[in-house]
Each structure stands twice: as C-alpha cells, then as structure tokens.
C-alpha cells in the first residue's frame, strides 16, 4: 500500500510568489493535515482538512491557504512568499472515521524562499 | 487549547547510555502517541498508549503512560547511533476541547547519539 506522498520535493522561490503544494493521502484516508517544520523547529500545525471541508486551522496569516479535493487529495497555497516562509512542508493523512487518529506523514516538501 | 510540553528540548548521549524524553499535560489525555524524525526525514508512527498505567516495549524502546494520563515518557536503553533524530508526543484533543487537527505535538526532543 503505497504511504501519503508529497510533490514536489524540493522548491526554490523569491519573495513574493506564490507555490502551491501537493498531497496524496492513504487509500482510504479522509483527514489530511499540514504541518510546517522550519529548520531544526517542532511541527506547526497549519490546516486540517476532512472530507472536503477546512475543520481547523493553525495560527497563520491567510496567505497560507488550501482545499481538499473529492478524492481526498490537497493542496496548500502560500502566497506574498517571505523569507520566514522556508521550511520543511509535511502533510500527514489519517482514517477519519478512526478514534485514534494516528497521523501517517508524507516525506515532505523542502521550500526555499530566497 | 490542550498543550503538550516535552523535555529535554536536547539530549546528547554517549553510544550505550541510556535516553529518556518526557511529556506532560495539565489535562488528562485521552491517549498519547508517540513519533520519531530521523534527521532530513519525516515523522513515523511508533506506538500509541491508551490506557492508565500502560507500558510497552519495542526492543529496547519503552513507553509509558502514566496513571493520571497526564504524561507520558519514552525510554531508550542502551543507545545506538540508528537512534538519532527528534522524538515527538502527540495527543488528540479531549472531548469538548478545541480540536487542533485531532493531535497536538509536543516540542519533540532532539537526541544525538555520539559512537
């Protein structure tokens, strides 16, 4: 069974632009989170996502923004790219329907802002 | 919201001493989950405890939950340096608490393993 997968894997971007980016959950996975990890920092929770609707969101300004598509896929969009912005972008999915809702993470995207 | 506080921030040990990283919570926890980040990689599940008192063991890796369900410890003993990386908590929200994306993550401890 193939795990949550992320694209692209590495991105370089100027202040500025604007990057979208992507995430295929689990088979079978409904909930998709994102979660920004800047270098040598804790996971910071972005945006949850489940069966199509924004259930939460973290505390980012709104220029971070996303969706989830009908087959449960997502993207997140940053727009006005900053510096602060660099960072390691994980998307993580999990059984919805689950009590325990263990979180299975992508390998991430590596965003550079220069 | 719920917070979930990990120590040490930082660990670093001598090949075969023995780690230890703690989580604590001011609320009881409805279950803790526990994940590891191997240096430029991704956080991987590695074990979930639910109930009060639980201990369990994966090779030399112990976890408890302790009997208020308020914290929670990860145990290594004997370290190797395949044991680097960040090692986070993570507990969903209690029922009728503000959801935080269905887990909140500890700070995570960074453990370096020196042979």
């Known amino acids: 069974e193939a795990g949550v997968t992320q694209s692209p894997t590495h991105l370089i971007k100027t202040r500025g632009q604007q990057v979208t980016l992507r995430c295929s959950p689990i088979s079978g996975h409904t909930s998709v989170y994102w979660y920004q990890q800047a270098l040598g920092l804790g996971l910071q929770f972005l945006l949850w996502y489940d069966e199509g609707e924004e259930r939460n969101r973290g505390n980012f300004p709104p220029r971070f923004s996303g969706r989830q598509f009908p087959n449960y896929s997502s993207e997140l969009n940053v727009n006005a790219l900053e510096l602060e912005d660099s960072a390691l972008y994980l998307c993580a999915s999990s059984d919805g329907q689950a009590r325990t809702d263990t979180q299975y993470f992508g390998p991430g995207t590596r965003l550079t802002v220069l | 919201g719920q917070q979930v506080m990990q120590i040490p921030q930082y660990q670093h040990v001598q090949e075969g001493e023995d780690f230890t990283t703690y989580c604590n919570s001011s609320t009881t926890l409805s279950n803790i989950q526990w994940y590891k980040q191997r240096p430029g990689g991704h956080p991987v599940f590695l074990i979930q405890l639910v109930k009060s008192g639980e201990v369990k063991k994966q090779k030399r890796l112990t976890f408890q939950f302790g009997e208020a369900k308020k914290n929670s410890s990860l145990h290594i003993t004997a370290t190797q340096t395949t044991d680097v990386g960040t090692y986070f908590c993570?507990?969903?929200?209690?029922?009728?608490?503000?959801?935080?994306?269905?887990?909140?993550f500890g700070q995570g401890t960074i453990l370096t393993v020196h042979p």
């Open positions: 993570a507990s969903p929200p209690n029922a009728g608490g503000t959801s935080y994306g269905k887990l909140t």
